[in-house]
């Protein structure tokens, strides 16, 4: 991984989700259940196909939440406050990580579908809460979600950051897809590597890889 192709970046743009904390978490099993069950209270159908919804909302949409405010017209507040209820307990604070980030020159911001409230609450659990310059949750673009282009460029105007001299790190895939476009650096944080024109490096682990750029 050339350190010098991250010389000219000044904001780092981080996804919450499996990317500031690690999978094995397993945080998003919790709210994927209490998506599914959301999903069966409020349109009143059996969990498996409560469960297909969900699903396909994700992958045509970008999130399930997308999808149920465009097909169903849905309020977004009381579905957010009640999918990231869950249990914070499995995410551990993380002091190297914390001190790589805090060494990035430049800014350093989160972009996540979920709401910022969640994000906040993730991010003292993991100890970076005073490491990011701003938060932009889904409220901030509309609800628009990643991969949306609409989702990045209300955050880019929100921040007024240069594209081009920016890094996005990113689990899925699909959401580096605009950066990519855009000019952005595209990191994908993953168990596997995935090869694709929009990925410029991949990572196992975030904060092994910030170490190669931090440190001597």
């Not at 995410?91 to 579908?113: E, Q, Y």
């Not at 609450?121 to 991969?147: N, Q, S």
């Not at 921040?159 to 959401?175: H, T, W």
């Amino acid at each position: 991984m050339p350190r010098h192709d991250f010389r000219h970046v000044k904001t780092w743009v981080f996804d919450l989700d499996n990317t500031l904390y690690p999978p094995s978490a397993r945080l998003f099993d919790q709210i994927e259940a209490k998506m599914t069950d959301w999903v069966m209270a409020r349109l009143q159908v059996g969990r498996e196909h409560a469960d297909q919804l969900r699903r396909h909302y994700w992958a045509l949409y970008g999130t399930t939440l997308a999808g149920l405010m465009a097909e169903h017209d849905i309020a977004p507040g009381d579905y957010l406050a009640a999918v990231h209820d869950i249990d914070f307990s499995p995410l551990l604070p993380d002091p190297v990580l914390a001190a790589r980030l805090a060494a990035l020159p430049g800014r350093r911001i989160v972009h996540t579908n979920a709401d910022a409230a969640y994000a906040r609450r993730v991010l003292k659990a993991r100890g970076l809460h005073d490491l990011f310059d701003a938060i932009y949750g889904v409220e901030e673009t509309l609800f628009r979600p990643k991969p949306a282009r609409e989702a990045f460029d209300a955050v880019l105007a929100a921040d007024g950051l240069d594209p081009g001299a920016a890094a996005m790190f990113e689990d899925d895939p699909r959401n580096l897809a605009v950066p990519h476009a855009l000019g952005m650096r595209t990191v994908h944080i993953a168990p596997q590597r995935l090869e694709a024109p929009h990925i410029h490096h991949h990572a196992e682990d975030l904060s092994e890889f910030l170490a190669r750029l931090v440190e001597s």
